[in-house]
């Protein structure tokens, strides 16, 4: 009884300790290992701890497609994709052993296939200023995909993220998209001087939803075709905590600036090969979050497909969130994205606008958020009208999210 209350003890104190200062290296993109809710188990040495979270999104949503949206194939209503959703059920466990290898392992139970398993790796870290990681996690790419899951200002990402792009072929795979989100490989990593951050990866390129080694060499340019990855970040004050608005970090100043860039060869069951090179820049400044983006892509087809064109895509979003009171954020966004290729005029744009409220003491974020997506420049109507194809005219989410 007596060894039972020590590791209860110890592991309230390695909480609370933990909350006081922003710890990357168990950021686990769910709950953090340095975050107060739950408990931590630790060792009496302290060198093991042992952290299991629970993640749980329930909303209910609204999406009205103009007609140009629809999909005449389907018979569709002008009211669709409306009703209640689980986005995420996440149960999983972080920990760190040895003040050098942190661990983590989540399943998303509301996915479904090889996306039910959303995390698994090993992070070995001897020193700050490198670090390996191997397993599934997030690719470098994107501010908004690497924000901890449960602390994104909005409910849904970016649509210029993960809306697929338009190409005028049809392929045997899914179309791409610009953002890169969860795969499986190994990455270099590190943070020099505390304040300058780098990741370098090769990934499978073959996203969330395979955890099966698939590729094969590439035909066009002659190395394995995987996904090659770089992130460069600068952080002035310090580590930037990967969250859009924290209600316990109020009197906070923390900035990043980011370069990044992706290749993958043979991507889309070996159908293009795309490239992507992003910029970004957050702040989190006492009551403040400020956030943009702004990424780009070219698509070119493998010499088997034998279609000499390729396509460049953009998109970027820029948003603000501000706590009105301790537990009452304000939020807005505009989200800007060309989808049919550039050269054919014309971009989506997206303003948001969302309220988030923050049940602290029993771990309840509620989210609320309104979107409206615009079409603006385009010079045929035809590629009006494609343009936001399978993409809602106006969106509205209510969310609930318990986090244990």
């Not at 950021?27 to 009496?44: C, I, M, P, Q, Y």
């Not at 209640?84 to 052993?97: E, H, N, Q, R, S």
């Not at 969860?182 to 001087?193: A, I, N, Q, R, T």
């Not at 807005?332 to 606008?353: C, H, I, Q, W």
Request: charged share 15%.
């Amino acid at each position: 009884m007596k060894k039972i209350l020590t590791i209860t003890a110890m592991a309230l104190a390695g909480c609370f300790a933990a909350n006081a200062q922003y710890d990357a290296d168990t950021e686990n993109g769910v709950v953090s290992l340095a975050d107060h809710r739950g408990f931590t188990f630790t060792t009496k040495k302290g060198d093991f701890l042992f952290k299991p979270y629970l993640l749980v999104q329930a909303s209910a949503n609204y999406n009205y497609y103009d007609d140009a949206g629809l999909d005449p194939a389907y018979n569709q209503d002008n009211v669709a994709n409306s009703g209640f959703a689980i986005p995420y059920a996440v149960l999983g466990f972080t920990g760190k052993a040895f003040d050098i290898v942190t661990f983590n392992l989540s399943i998303n139970a509301a996915a479904s296939g090889g996306a039910i398993l959303q995390q698994a790796w090993a992070d070995i870290r001897p020193k700050e200023a490198i670090g390996v990681r191997i397993g599934k996690f997030k690719t470098p790419f994107s501010h908004a995909y690497l924000t901890t899951l449960g602390e994104t200002l909005f409910p849904v990402m970016p649509t210029s993220l993960k809306a697929q792009v338009i190409l005028p072929y049809s392929l045997n795979a899914v179309t791409p998209h610009i953002g890169t989100g969860f795969d499986l490989g190994v990455e270099v990593h590190g943070m020099v001087k505390n304040k300058w951050g780098y990741q370098v990866g090769i990934f499978n390129g073959t996203g969330a939803s395979v955890n099966l080694a698939s590729k094969t060499f590439s035909d066009d340019w002659h190395i394995p075709s995987l996904l090659y990855a770089t992130r460069l970040t600068f952080q002035p004050f310090g580590v930037m905590p990967a969250s859009q608005g924290d209600p316990r970090r109020l009197d906070s100043n923390k900035m990043l600036i980011g370069l990044s860039g992706s290749l993958n060869v043979e991507s889309e069951n070996e159908s293009t090969n795309d490239l992507r090179v992003g910029a970004e820049w957050s702040w989190i400044k006492d009551r403040w979050y400020f956030g943009a983006e702004f990424y780009w892509m070219h698509v070119g087809f493998t010499k088997r497909q034998k279609i000499d064109k390729s396509y460049n895509y953009y998109g970027g979003y820029a948003q603000a969130g501000y706590f009105i009171t301790p537990k009452l954020q304000g939020a807005l966004r505009y989200d800007l994205f060309e989808r049919n290729s550039t050269g054919k005029g014309g971009f989506l744009n997206m303003p948001a606008v969302g309220l988030n409220y923050f049940f602290d003491s029993i771990n309840l974020k509620l989210q609320a958020m309104y979107q409206y997506t615009g079409r603006t420049g385009h010079d045929r109507q035809m590629d009006r009208d494609e343009d936001n194809l399978g993409l809602a005219t106006s969106s509205a989410v209510i969310m609930a999210q318990y986090t244990f």
